[in-house]
């Protein structure tokens, strides 16, 4: 059996702890890590999180270095930890939960102390020997946890935010698609779950891909906007305290080059420190997609309701038994999943907004809360949407004679002959319909109101379905 390494001795402000031999983590996130046991979510949830982390610290160090502040073999070696972070190495040392106190502290030292201990590696040193590398003196130089830290969330959701358009284009064609395989089905309109007026099955789905359409475009353009000033240099509220006047530009810079992505330096560093307002919008924004695929979803659960007591218009893909107590019941599980995701990410913009409001003075300390439900947010609608796609919308199909049927029994019909039989009229066949079981077209022939060649007419789908000229009044 081989032998089990001894924990290493770490010394912070608080006193001393044994650290595991094989944690690239110091102290600082071991303490963390025994205070705050909450969500059960650790950084590591977040790859982008971590990437961004480690582009920040990487930026940090050549600004140091090209300052002369940083020797050349630390540089090396913070270069080289950072790095492996952005290859996506070493990210399950990251085990701080979400949720912490401290403003982001605990997050901040993680990515520190993994970067210091991946350094000392590489300069042929043991883990924990800070004296050649340390994570405060050296892998923190000029930064504070407080523009570090927002300075990372901000560059971690652009980097995912590719992510989650690619899967909301994904979905809107997905719809366009049965838009135009379903532009041929005519079925009823309904408003306020009442008969209402033609249209095509088709129409339907344009219209369900035109709505996320619209939040695309509006991600696509908006979003980066509001993530990409950032508050790098600011270091503890604002004021630049322990960082050259010159080093700002130079980290934003390298950030910018590094990451690929425009960020630009805040105007108000104070402001940026402790302002949240674009972290508001932007999970608004995230909100009003979850609030329109829930609405879609809904949508869909209705049309597949049934399927004989039910609209039963359209088939929902089956994807598994649906009750263990009525055989043969098959459940429209995967807009009901999506329906959930949608409820937890508009709570999500609800706690955000409380965090946000819950800051004071120069630093809003709440901001692990805002990153948590933002980074949640995110994985949760790309996750709903690709799971949306692929086992649902792709595999619908349309009940077309269920859709006809439904159509020409509806007193809805009647919309379409009041221009031509006049409103009274068509309120009086409407009741007559109603109450005795009959349909608006029969009654309308029995009392030869219309010919058969005018109602034929008037009933062409393309006459129903968008605007046409009324006949002239006399």
């Known amino acids: 059996m081989s032998e089990i390494a001894s924990p290493r001795i770490e010394k912070d402000l608080l006193g001393t702890l044994p650290v595991p031999s094989d944690a690239y983590y110091g102290i600082q996130t071991l303490r963390a890590l025994h205070n705050f046991r909450l969500s059960g979510v650790a950084l590591s949830h977040y790859p982008k999180l971590i990437v961004a982390l480690a582009m920040v610290k990487q930026a940090a160090a050549d600004a140091n270095r090209e300052l002369g502040y940083l020797p050349e073999a630390k540089h090396v070696a913070i270069s080289q930890g950072c790095a492996r972070l952005i290859r996506g ?5 990251f085990v701080v939960d979400m949720i912490q106190g401290g403003a982001g502290t605990s997050t901040n030292m993680n990515a520190n102390e993994v970067i210091a ?24 130089m000029a930064q504070s946890t407080n523009d570090a830290y ?10 995912g935010h590719d992510t989650l358009l690619a899967s909301l284009d994904s979905l809107c064609e997905a719809l366009t698609t049965k838009g135009h395989a379903f ?6 309109g309904r408003t306020q779950l009442q008969d209402a007026v033609p249209m095509t099955l088709g129409q339907e789905f344009h219209a369900f891909a035109t709505t996320l359409g619209e939040d695309l475009q509006h991600l696509r353009r908006f979003a980066p906007e509001l993530l990409l000033e950032v508050n790098l240099g600011g270091t503890a509220i604002g004021t630049g305290i322990n960082a050259d006047p010159r080093y700002q530009a130079i980290a934003v ?22 302002d949240m307002g674009s972290f508001v919008l932007f999970s608004g924004m995230l909100k009003r997609l979850a609030v329109k695929l829930s609405k879609i979803c809904n949508d869909l659960r209705l049309l597949s309701s049934g399927p ?4 039963n218009e359209i088939n929902l893909p ?40 819950g800051g004071q003075l120069q630093l809003n300390v709440m901001e692990p809360l805002i990153a948590y439900k933002l980074f949640d947010s995110i994985r949760l609608l790309q996750r709903a949407m690709d799971m949306l796609r692929e086992h649902c919308i792709e595999g619908i199909t349309a009940n077309e004679d269920r859709c006809r049927e439904l159509m020409e029994s509806s007193i809805g019909l009647i919309t379409a002959l009041n221009p031509y039989i006049g409103y009274d009229n068509s309120t009086r066949l409407a009741r007559e319909a109603l109450l005795g079981g009959r349909s608006v077209l029969e009654l309308v022939r029995e009392e030869r109101l219309l010919d058969d060649a005018m109602l034929a007419e008037i009933l062409r789908p393309e006459n129903m379905i968008a605007p046409r000229l009324a006949p002239l009044a006399v």
Do not use: C, W
Not at 253 to 274: F, K
């Open 89 to 93: 190495e070493f990210h399950e040392q």
């Open 117 to 140: 201990n991946l350094g000392l590696e590489a300069m042929g040193h043991a883990k924990g020997e800070y004296q050649h590398l340390h994570p405060n003196n050296d892998v923190n």
């Open 150 to 159: 927002p300075t990372a969330i901000r560059l971690g959701l652009l980097l």
């Open 183 to 188: 532009a041929h089905v005519l079925k009823m």
């Open 253 to 274: 810079q390298r950030l910018a080059e590094i990451s690929g992505q425009p960020l630009r330096q805040a105007a108000d560093l104070i402001e940026a420190t402790s």
């Open 308 to 311: 004989r007591t039910g609209f």
């Open 318 to 357: 089956p994807r598994q038994p649906g009750s263990s107590i009525m055989p043969g019941k098959v459940n429209p599980v995967i807009p009901e999943a999506v329906n959930q995701v949608a409820f937890e990410v508009i709570g999500n913009d609800l706690a955000l907004t409380m965090a946000a409001e």
